[in-house]
Structure formats: C-alpha cells, structure tokens
C-alpha cells in the first residue's frame, strides 16, 4: 500500500475508467464536465497505449472557467452536448463525467441532463466520477452498468445457448485485443455456446443492444458489480467467472460457460480437458528452457493472477506480485484466483496499490533473501505495463510489456494473452524476452 | 523588460479579456496540468507536491519515457479533508515528507481546483512550512477553474528557472543564449563558430535546472518569442544585465539567414555572418525555388488549437511559427483555428495575426471533426495539422505535415522540402 503522500504506480482513477469505456463504444461520446485541465486526465493517457484508433475526437470537456463558473457551470453542460451532438449526427451514447471540483461546486448536473435527453436523441448516462478514490476499474465498471442497463433486457427470454458477455477490459483497437475476442468466442463455442454482446468489445451502440439476444450472461472480474443486478434485472441465467488467463483458468471459463448453457458437470470438464491437453505440447516446450526463473507481475488483480497461474504451468518462479487496482478485491480476490496453485505461490509477495517506492522495498527485500548470486537482480523478467521503476528494481531484468498502458508493445499481428491461445501467446513472447540480450 | 524585436513590426499583442492575460489561441490548461507536464520530463534533484485529490496525480506521466516520477508527492485530498479544512496540514506535513525522503535543491508546491476552492493559500503553505536550509520553495497556485495559454505556463516555468539561477561569476564575451529554438544538429554552433562566436546557454523545456543556470554568463539573449518568455527576459536584463533580442525562430531559408545575421549584426559581425552561411543559404535556396517551381499555386491548410502538448512548436508566436516556411514554399496559406467561432473571439485571433505579422486569411473550426468538411471543400494540397487529426484528414483525402516534424536551420530547410515532397506524392 503506498504511504500516505506517494502517487501509486497506476495512478488512474474513475474518469479514466469512463474514459476507456466511451472509447470502447465507437460511436458513444464522453462529455467531461470538469475544469480545464482535466482533459489530460482521459485522452493523453491513452495516446500512446491505442495506435489504432486516435481517442482525441471521443471526447468534449466542458472547459469550465472563471466566467462559466460564475453564470453557473452546469448551463454550459448542456450547450456543450446538444450542439456536439447536432454536429456529430452520428451520437449513439453520451457519457457525462464530472471532477471532484465540478461536483463541489454543487451545480444541478441532473436537472441539465433532463434537458440534454430531451435534445440529442441518444442515450446519456451520468457518471459521477470525483477523483477522491476509486480507480479505473470502478469507473469502467460503473459505465458497463449504466450501458447494460440501457438494453430492452425484457424484450424476451434470449437465446439459451447465447452467452453474454460483460467486463471484458477493451482499452484499445490493436490486434491483441481482437485476437483475445475472437479466442473468447473459441472457448464459448467450444463449450456448446455461441458469442453474444460483449461489453465491451469496440461494438457500436447498436450491436451492444442486442444483448437481450443472449439467454444467459457471463461475468468477468472487472465487472462484478453487474452480476447481481444482472441476475435480478435481466432474468438471465448469471456465472461470474475468472479471468481466463492462463491454462487452469481457461479450463475454468470453458466449464463455467458449459455449464452456463445447461451441459453436465462431466461433459463441461471433458471438453476443457481437451482444450487444456491441446495447448499443453507447446507450453512444455517453452517450459524446458523457462522453468525455474524468477519473475515479478505487475498487474490489477485478475490478470496479475492469470499471469501467476501461467507462470507457474510454465515452471517459472513468481517472487512478486504488485496489484496494480484499489477495487478489484487486493490479495484476498488474488489468491482466490488462483485456486489450488495458490499455495504454490507461497514465497511470492504480494503487494496491494504499490508506489515505487514501495516496489523498491520489495526488490530490497527479494535481494537480501538472494544473497550474492544474481549480480543483484530481484528477478530475472517483470511482466508489467509501460510504467517508470526504479532503477534498482529494473536494471539487468528482462521485461516482457503488457497491460495498461502499453506504450511500446503494439502487435501487429493477432497476439492474444486470453484464452488457451493467449497462454501459448504469452509464452512465446516471455520466451522471447528471456532469449533477448 | 525591452527586448529589441529583429523582423516585421506588428500590432500589440491582443489580450484576454476575461483573464487579462495576453491572448494564446493553444488549448487551454490549468497550471497544475502545465507544471507537472513540463516537470515529469525534467532531470534534476527537485520534489513536487501536488495539493489536490488524488486523480489530479493522475497528470503526472508515469511510464518509462520519463525522469523519475517518484519525485512527485500528492497530499491525496479526500473529501471530508477539503470541507473540513485539513488540507492545510496535510499539505504542510507532504513538504516536509518529500524534503525529508528526497533532499531536493527545490520543491515545486502545486495546487490544484480543490485547494484553491478549499481556500488554501498553497503560496503562503509553502512558506511558512519550516524546511532544512537551502532548499528553494516554488508555489503555483494553479487551479480553481483558471484556465491558463499553454505559452503562459512556459513563460511562468521559464521565469522560475531563471529565478532559481544564480548571479554570473564571468561572463563569456562573444557568446549568446538561445531560448525557445529548436535543435538544429549543431548548425547554428558551427555557424557561429566560423565568426569566433559561441552559444552560452541553449535550454530546453525539458533540460535541467542547471542548464537554465548558464544563462546569466551570456553577453547577449535571443529568444524566439518574447511573448513566451517575458519573465525569463526581463530577470535576464534586471537582475543579471544581459541584454535581449527577439528574432524568429529560422523555419525556412530566410528566417535561418534572419536569426544568423541578426545574432552576427548584434556583435558588428554582420558581414562576416553572412559571408559564413553563403553557402547553405544558396543550397537550401535552390531547393525551395526548384519546389516552387514544380508546384505552383498549391493551396495548404495551417491548423492551430489541435495541441495540448506544451511543445515549443505549439506555442512560439501563437503557433505560427511555421507560416512563413510554407509562404517561402509557394503555398498559399489558410489559417485554421481550432476552438471558438464567435466573433468576439474571431477579432482576436486577427489582431494576434497581425501581432505576429501573419498576412493570411483564417477561418475558426468549432471542433476537430470539422477539419474533414473544411479540407473536403477547401481545395487544399496539404494541411499541416497534429497527427492525431490523421482520421479527419483522411477523411478528406488530405495528406498532412504532423506538427513536430518540420525542421530548422539550412539544412532543415532542405529536409522539409524533401518531406513535403514525399507527403504530396
């Protein structure tokens, strides 16, 4: 946990979260009733991460300033809304978010939004998004309900075999994320199901509300809050599952999507049997020559378990497990991800919301239990985000980047890291990394 | 301050008037924004405290492009700490922490739109906190709903770092700052250097502290734009008696052979410069007629207001620095300005043309998808725009010159021919 006055290496809160979920909807829109400089709070961080689709044109920010702030802000929400959305045409979502700033000010946001629904023809969720705590994930959370909530969910019963998917963490339009979707939509139809919406997925407005399509509905880590409304709103039959990230959590989302479509117990563990023993032969090939080494994951929660579990199908060594969120439920969701490896990992530290300064103590900590062998590496490869570490953490340490943000990783071909296929992906690329000088 | 100005004589410049700040047509910020943006990227023993929730941190860069973010400390502002008037201390307690952990030569103290609307006074905070001697205390109280120019929070950072630069011991005789230009792959040294003259001081935005420090040693400053750096000049000529001079910065040939000669001129080595840069000034000339030659009457889309970049391109003169390269090439140029169309706002960006001696039409665009329906109609050859308006000027068919890429000098001036030719193509 980072001291009382350190910035935490992942530092983005829920404005950005509802950032990234505007972003996912290519024709939704993120209408930023802040101050002026909360601008880069969305866009900029993004940038570099997505080279595929540019977010710039995503997003209208309010620019409130002294004089709009004297004739009261919240008029100049709605001008700023109806005119985009008159010149845009093309608005299928507005997603209004606010500053802890804006929301002091006490302006009557919700009698504005009255106004700006009457207007713009579209649907315009309110997500209040003061930056006081919280991080991405609750925002991108919080946006997947308020969209879900927008579907005609009682239109009909859905498609039985249909699964719905929500929580999928869709941060940008490059290859990996594509190639992640379509392994999804493997495993589902691997599992007697077939794909239905998936929130989100770089699906437009149109497609997302087709959802009702879907009889039953799958839940990922990053949207849990949705399950319990979606059991009790949406009349479909509801899984939370794991975040397929490696073999044994693979064979998790294939079991609990079979049997989310109604097959035994036994038919769903034989099919995820048979995915699992085909991508095996290519890890125990990498497995001969990466076992044994010492890694640290830097990841949210889900993923960082997801990665540790993988890591340990490929004999490799996590030592430090850094969970990169505030709201994914810290070590104790970390550990329950893991399942029977979990004890496996008994030697690895586990840090909640680290700064640097706290992954600095770790690496000093990972040094002395090394003594002199090494040279002083605290591991041999940190999987982990474009993020700034220190020095002492990183010198000598191979590094394979992914997550948010990946700044310099941008595949060009389908390199996905879900799935059966995202596993042998990923340890083709830490094998690379291991083999690099 | 009276800095002397070497090219056109123009107009005052306009002001804002709500914040009576001189006009900037750049994207608006705030100074917590602006600070931290220029900060992140600069090496150097300092700390910064952010006095704000901690979303605000948020603004801090944190990947691997840059120096050490572990410097920056955020009082991390709940809620009930802003209503019920604790961030006083929780920021007084974060100075004494960073100067505690880091042992900085400075500490910036920023706050951001919750201090300022919590009332606290992060300049008089910052003072009063009871710090190890020799540490220097910069506040910015930067938020609350002030929206800043992105050239007014360069010419406030640059004023600090003079600020912070101490009197010079031996001044260099025939040397010169240069403040807000570019690299240039050392043709400017090597010009220079033929006439025995050298540069003292050449700071970066994003270089550290003590190449700031250099500046006092010059006998004379030039700077691209006084408008941006009117702090850093006036320091330079009151407290440290080096004389300023405001030329161009040499986008194109004759802006390259403007500042050469005008630096030349100031040591009564005009001719002698002259005679030293003959050749690549003939060069690069040949290079632009022979481009004016093989397309006349070429029509090029100059977009200002798509950056909140706080890059010297973006913001010396208003970011119309590149105008007149495009001029010398041929092309006829329209200005088109990204923010918005009333026509209070339309008789500013005229008067800041005129300012910066821009003689060319101009047209105001209310948001970045409007450039496709302008460039659709406009018949232009090129647009010279952010490469994040790639989309909307594909949409249009355009090609563009991304902001950033155009470089100075001679021999730049031969590399932006060649450039504009492979985009054109």
Redesign the interface.
């Known amino acids: 946990m980072a001291r009382?006055?350190?910035?935490p290496?992942?530092?983005?809160?829920?404005?950005?979260g509802a950032f990234l979920a505007a972003h996912a909807v290519p024709d939704a829109i993120n209408l930023m009733f802040t101050?002026?400089?909360c601008?880069?709070?969305a866009q900029?961080?993004i940038?570099?991460h997505d080279r595929v689709r540019?977010a710039?044109?995503k997003m209208?920010w309010s620019?409130?300033?002294?004089?709009?702030?004297i004739r009261g802000p919240a008029k100049r929400l709605a001008s700023m809304a109806i005119?985009?959305c008159r010149?845009?045409e093309n608005v299928g979502l507005v997603v209004v978010t606010t500053?802890?700033?804006m929301e002091?000010?006490g302006a009557d946001v919700e009698s504005e939004l009255a106004a700006i629904r009457r207007e713009v023809g579209c649907p315009v969720i309110y997500l209040p998004t003061?930056?006081?705590?919280g991080d991405l994930y609750a925002g991108y959370g919080e946006a997947t309900s308020a969209v879900m909530a927008l579907a005609p969910w009682g239109s009909s019963e859905g498609d039985s075999r249909t699964v719905c998917v929500s929580g999928y963490l869709f941060d940008r339009y490059e290859p990996d994320h594509a190639a992640n979707l379509r392994e999804i939509q493997r495993m589902l139809g691997a599992a007697g199901a077939s794909r239905g919406a998936v929130f989100f997925s770089g699906s437009s407005m149109r497609t997302l509300m087709e959802a009702p399509a879907a009889g039953c509905h799958l839940v990922l880590p990053y949207a849990r809050r949705v399950a319990a409304w979606a059991g009790r709103e949406t009349g479909r039959r509801v899984v939370a599952t794991d975040l397929p990230v490696g073999i044994a959590a693979s064979a998790r989302f294939i079991v609990a999507s079979a049997r989310l479509v109604g097959l035994s117990g036994e038919t769903a563990r034989s099919l995820a049997e048979a995915e699992s023993l085909r991508a095996r032969p290519a890890l125990s090939g990498a497995r001969a020559y990466l076992s044994g080494l010492r890694v640290g994951v830097l990841a949210e929660t889900p993923m960082a378990a997801g990665l540790c579990s993988l890591l340990l199908e490929l004999g490799m060594v996590p030592v430090f497990a850094g969970l990169l969120d505030r709201t994914l439920g810290g070590k104790r969701a970390f550990f329950d991800a893991l399942a029977s490896s979990a004890g496996a990992l008994r030697g690895c530290l586990v840090a909640e919301d680290p700064?640097?300064?706290d992954v600095e103590d770790v690496c000093r900590r990972l040094r002395g239990k090394l003594g002199r062998r090494d040279r002083g590496r605290p591991f041999d490869l940190l999987i982990a985000p474009?993020?700034?570490?220190?020095p002492s953490c990183v010198d000598g340490v191979k590094r394979v980047e992914l997550g948010f943000?990946s700044?310099?990783w941008h595949p060009v071909s389908p390199e996905p890291f879900i799935g059966f296929a995202g596993a042998v992906a990923l340890a083709h690329r830490i094998a690379a990394a291991e083999a690099s000088r | 301050m009276a800095a002397k100005t070497i090219g056109k004589g123009r107009g005052p410049l306009p002001r804002d008037e709500?914040?009576g700040r001189p006009a900037d047509l750049s994207?608006?910020?705030?100074a917590?924004?602006g600070f931290t943006?220029l900060l992140s990227f600069m090496p150097g023993n300092f700390a910064v405290?952010l006095h704000s929730?901690?979303?605000?941190?948020?603004?801090?860069f944190?990947?691997?492009?840059?120096a050490?973010?572990?410097r920056?400390?955020?009082?991390?502002?709940?809620?009930n700490d802003?209503i019920a008037g604790r961030g006083r201390g929780?920021l007084a307690?974060?100075v004494r922490?960073?100067a505690a952990r880091r042992r900085p030569d400075m500490i910036f103290v920023i706050g951001?739109?919750?201090a300022s609307?919590a009332s606290d006074d992060v300049d008089e905070i910052a003072r009063t906190v009871d710090l190890p001697r020799g540490i220097r205390v910069v506040a910015v109280d930067g938020?609350?709903?002030?929206?800043y120019g992105q050239g007014a929070i360069v010419d406030w950072f640059a004023g600090e770092m003079i600020g912070a630069a101490p009197s010079s011991r031996r001044k260099k005789a025939r040397s010169t700052n240069l403040v807000g230009f570019a690299p240039d792959g050392g043709e400017t040294m090597r010009i220079l250097g033929r006439v025995g003259l050298a540069v003292s001081a050449w700071p970066r935005l994003d270089s550290p502290q003590e190449a700031w420090a250099g500046l006092p040693n010059a006998a004379l400053n030039v700077v691209s734009d006084v408008g941006l750096f009117s702090r850093l000049v006036e320091a330079l000529e009151t407290r440290h008696r080096v004389p300023s001079v405001e030329i161009a910065p040499p986008f194109g040939v004759e802006k390259a052979a403007r500042l050469y000669s005008g630096i030349g001129g100031f040591f009564g080595l005009g001719a002698e410069m002259r005679a030293a840069f003959r050749e690549e000034r003939l060069r690069a000339g040949r290079r632009v007629s022979a481009f004016r030659r093989r397309h006349p009457r070429r029509k090029l889309a100059y977009h200002v207001g798509?950056r909140?970049d706080f890059e010297l391109h973006t913001m010396v003169r208003g970011g119309l620095a590149f105008v007149s390269l495009f001029e010398e090439l041929g092309f006829s140029v329209e200005v088109l300005f990204q923010g918005p169309v009333e026509e209070e706002h339309r008789r500013r960006i005229a008067a800041l043309l005129d300012h910066h001696g821009v003689d060319a039409p101009f047209d105001c665009l209310?948001?970045?998808?409007?450039l496709t329906r302008t460039l659709r109609c406009g018949g232009h050859s090129l647009v010279y725009c952010s490469d994040?308006?790639?989309?909307?000027a594909g949409a249009a068919s355009v090609p563009i010159v991304p902001v950033g890429r155009l470089a100075p000098g001679f021999a730049g001036a031969e590399a932006n021919v060649s450039l504009i030719e492979g985009l054109m193509r």
């Open positions: 009382m006055f350190d910035m290496l992942s530092n983005h809160r829920r404005i950005y101050g002026v400089g601008k880069s709070k900029r961080q940038a570099m540019e710039g044109n209208v620019d409130i300033g002294d004089a709009e702030f005119e985009t010149r845009r500053s802890a700033a002091m000010t003061a930056g006081w705590d700064s640097a300064q474009d993020l700034w570490l220190p943000p700044n310099r | 709500v914040a994207q608006k910020c705030c917590l924004e943006r405290v929730e901690p979303d605000c941190a948020n603004l801090v944190h990947d691997s492009r840059v050490d973010p572990s920056f400390f955020c009082t991390n502002l709940k809620e802003a929780r307690a974060a922490e960073a951001g739109c919750v609307l938020g609350a709903f002030r929206m798509g909140k209310p948001d970045r998808i409007s994040s308006l790639a989309e909307e």
